[in-house]
């Protein structure tokens, strides 16, 4: 079936670190990808998206790209904030949505 | 707008003990979601809804119950809770089925069964 499989955390990097969270995906068909974020007490929030392959999604300086022949959507940020620190999901919607385990960043001054 | 809000924010319930999970939205959505998330795992969907009076089940039904009798308002249900549904249940609701809409996210419920 579906799935989604994404790094492992937590992940601590400095003020204006480069940020990598690597997302792959299994899927039938061509699904539509996405990144949530989720601020400490809030709900997910959608982050960008991506719905067909070599499509890039980017928002607030983060970007991801639809990379069929990986079978990646991996999550990049050239320079990251304190205000960053979040738990960042990989999700993917076949027939039904199907979610990664979360990363959680933490951005230090 | 309050967007998602979910009721209580944290529980601790005895096996066996029953409890009513509120979800509530104020953006009119046709669909509703309950998910829960467990450490090491995704978000699994474990009923939705999509529109009052309707329910369906997700991919982890067992042991939960839903209903939509209000267009705004969806609650699960723990008839007889047991530690295995310890988690972090995440409601949410779209304007739309998924396979065109954003999902809109409460912050969760922790709910911890001894």
């Known amino acids: 079936g579906d799935s989604v499989t994404q790094m492992e955390g937590p992940v601590t990097l400095s003020e204006e670190a480069f940020l990598t969270i690597n997302c792959t995906y299994t899927?039938?068909?061509?699904?539509?990808l996405f990144w949530y974020v989720q601020y400490p007490g809030e709900g997910l929030q959608l982050l960008l998206k991506?719905?067909?392959?070599?499509d890039k999604g980017s928002n607030k300086g983060f970007e991801a790209t639809y990379r069929k022949e990986t079978t990646s959507f991996h999550l990049e940020k050239g320079s990251v904030q304190v205000s960053d620190s979040a738990v960042y999901f990989c999700?993917?919607?076949?027939?039904?949505?199907?979610f990664g385990t979360g990363t959680s960043l933490t951005v230090i001054p | 707008n309050a967007g998602v809000t979910q009721t209580p924010k944290f529980r601790v319930l005895k096996t066996g003990q029953s409890m009513t999970l509120l979800c509530a939205q104020d953006?009119?959505?046709?669909?509703m979601y309950w998910y829960r998330q467990d450490p090491g795992m995704g978000l699994r969907l474990i009923h939705y809804?999509?529109?009052?009076?309707?329910?369906a089940k997700g991919e982890v039904p067992d042991g939960y119950n839903v209903s939509r009798l209000k267009k705004q308002n969806f609650l699960l249900g723990l008839e007889s809770a047991a530690p295995s549904q310890t988690s972090v249940y995440f409601c949410?609701?779209?304007?739309?089925?998924?396979?065109?809409?954003?999902?809109?996210f409460g912050p969760g419920t922790r709910l911890t069964v001894t």
């Open positions: 949410a609701s779209s304007y739309g089925g998924w396979d065109s809409y954003e999902q809109y």
């Open positions: 899927a039938t068909g061509y699904p539509s």
């Open positions: 991506a719905t067909k392959a070599d």
């Open positions: 999700a993917l919607r076949g027939n039904q949505f199907y």
């Open positions: 953006m009119n959505h046709e669909y």
């Open positions: 809804s999509v529109g009052e009076g309707t329910t």
